[in-house]
């Protein structure tokens, strides 16, 4: 019995340490951007530890169909370093919020050479173990309309008339029951689906006598 | 009477699954090493097979949309005809059913037809794959199947 116990704790505590010890980096997958505008590319992290004063982001570039990769930001030590010799001088800035876990940076002015691959590496000393996450960008003179969004848009408009009428039959149903609806009969005698209508009724009169004399 | 009610819905099933395997199935154009359909098109090359999704245009979005619109629709007309079938009154017809039945033909031809207009040319040897075959095939099937439900009458 004591044996299970101190096992079970060994297990634990072995367990748990390594979980805290894993830092999940989330950026977007794939971003798109026009010709010429601005795009934010966000960047945070889950840790289980608190957000220290060390904490680092860095940003690093692969352009489409390169091999490497080169560095265009670093946070470190409280302050951002953008890049100022390679391809975003002048052109990146950081836009984020440390102190609440956010690492996101901004492209100005973008231009179809910057299609390409952004990866970002968060670190949280002592939780500096964990897999960087990339987004792709891509740079459109015109953006394409997303995959399913037209196919789900037909599918969802043609199913929500389908629903549009069965909906509108079934009351219009529950109200000429109810007699709520009421196709009310004129005087004339027009065949109605209501039930007395709001026909007028006369007080009856007994119809005129006219008095002849008896002629003998 | 049992004899064609089974038939019938047979017939039914047999669309229903025509135009499942057509909507699903990665064979709209096959040609070489390379077939493509609605939602993938795919590469078979030594290494392997690599597929990427669909182009982004907007007509392969609306032929997926019809697919899938028609085999929702004749998916509820088999819902209606079982209903139908316990709640109708004698002599009556399966108006319900048969509408359902043949808008599902409707849109299964319309997803074909936009498909056979505006598939990318230019591919040496691409020929039209069995899903293609598939979807034209049970476009009459639902008509007629819908024309059938409006003539059946519910005899006790």
Same mark, same amino acid.
């Given at each position: 019995?004591?044996?299970?116990?101190?096992? !079970?704790?060994?297990?634990?505590?072995?367990?748990?340490?390594?979980?805290?010890?894993? %830092?999940?980096?989330?950026?977007?997958?794939?971003?798109?951007?026009?010709?010429?505008?601005?795009?934010?590319?966000?960047?945070?992290?889950?840790?289980?530890?608190?957000?220290?004063?060390?904490?680092?982001?860095?940003?690093?570039?692969?352009?489409?169909?390169?091999?490497?990769? %080169?560095?265009?930001?670093?946070?470190?030590?409280?302050?951002?370093?953008?890049?100022?010799?390679?391809?975003?001088?002048?052109?990146?800035?950081?836009?984020?919020?440390?102190?609440?876990?956010?690492?996101?940076?901004?492209?100005?002015?973008?231009?179809?050479?910057?299609?390409?691959?952004?990866?970002?590496?968060?670190?949280?000393?002592?939780?500096?173990?964990?897999? !960087?996450?990339?987004?792709?960008?891509?740079?459109?003179?015109?953006?394409? %309309?997303?995959?399913?969004?037209?196919?789900?848009?037909?599918?969802?408009?043609?199913?929500?008339?389908?629903?549009?009428?069965?909906? %509108?039959?079934?009351?219009?149903?529950?109200?000429? !029951?109810?007699?709520?609806?009421?196709?009310?009969?004129?005087?004339?005698?027009?065949?109605?689906?209501?039930?007395?209508?709001?026909?007028?009724?006369?007080?009856?009169?007994?119809?005129?006598?006219?008095?002849?004399?008896?002629?003998? | 009477?049992?004899?064609?009610?089974?038939?019938?819905?047979?017939?039914?099933?047999?669309?229903?699954?025509?135009?499942?395997?057509?909507?699903?199935?990665?064979?709209?154009?096959?040609?070489?090493?390379?077939?493509?359909?609605?939602?993938?098109?795919?590469?078979?090359?030594?290494?392997?097979?690599?597929?990427?999704?669909?182009?982004?245009?907007?007509?392969?979005?609306?032929?997926?949309?019809?697919?899938?619109?028609?085999?929702?629709?004749?998916?509820?007309?088999?819902?209606?005809?079982?209903?139908?079938?316990?709640?109708?009154?004698?002599?009556?017809?399966?108006?319900?059913?048969?509408?359902?039945?043949?808008?599902?033909?409707?849109?299964?031809?319309?997803?074909?037809?936009?498909?056979?207009?505006?598939?990318?040319?230019?591919?040496?040897?691409?020929?039209?794959?069995?899903?293609?075959?598939?979807?034209?095939?049970?476009?009459?099937?639902?008509?007629?199947?819908?024309?059938?439900?409006?003539?059946?009458?519910?005899?006790?």
């Amino acid at each position: 019995m004591l044996t299970i116990l101190a096992l !079970a704790s060994v297990i634990l505590l072995g367990i748990v340490p390594q979980q805290s010890e894993a %830092i999940v980096i989330y950026t977007g997958w794939e971003r798109h951007a026009l010709v010429g505008s601005d795009i934010r590319l966000s960047c945070s992290f889950f840790s289980w530890r608190w957000t220290s004063d060390d904490v680092t982001f860095s940003w690093s570039y692969r352009p489409d169909g390169a091999r490497d990769a %080169i560095s265009v930001f670093h946070y470190t030590g409280g302050a951002p370093y953008v890049d100022n010799k390679g391809p975003f001088r002048d052109r990146l800035e950081f836009v984020g919020n440390p102190g609440r876990r956010d690492g996101s940076i901004l492209l100005k002015n973008l231009d179809y050479g910057d299609n390409g691959t952004f990866t970002c590496d968060a670190k949280n000393p002592p939780d500096i173990v964990g897999r !960087a996450s990339s987004v792709r960008l891509l740079v459109f003179e015109k953006v394409p %309309i997303q995959a399913g969004v037209i196919t789900g848009s037909i599918i969802g408009a043609v199913l929500g008339l389908l629903l549009l009428i069965v909906v %509108i039959y079934y009351l219009m149903r529950f109200l000429v !029951a109810r007699r709520v609806f009421n196709l009310s009969v004129s005087k004339h005698g027009k065949k109605g689906k209501g039930k007395e209508g709001s026909q007028q009724r006369q007080p009856w009169r007994p119809p005129p006598v006219t008095c002849l004399p008896l002629t003998s | 009477m049992l004899l064609i009610l089974l038939a019938v819905l047979i017939l039914h099933l047999i669309i229903l699954v025509l135009l499942f395997v057509s909507t699903i199935a990665n064979a709209w154009t096959v040609g070489g090493t390379k077939n493509t359909d609605l939602w993938y098109s795919c590469l078979t090359t030594k290494g392997g097979y690599h597929c990427s999704s669909a182009s982004n245009e907007d007509w392969i979005q609306a032929v997926q949309a019809l697919m899938v619109l028609s085999v929702l629709f004749c998916l509820f007309s088999l819902v209606f005809f079982m209903c139908q079938l316990f709640t109708l009154v004698k002599g009556g017809r399966f108006f319900f059913t048969a509408v359902f039945q043949i808008l599902a033909s409707l849109f299964v031809m319309c997803g074909a037809i936009i498909y056979t207009v505006m598939r990318p040319d230019g591919e040496e040897d691409a020929a039209f794959g069995f899903a293609y075959i598939l979807a034209w095939v049970s476009f009459p099937l639902c008509l007629v199947s819908g024309l059938i439900y409006i003539v059946l009458r519910k005899r006790e």
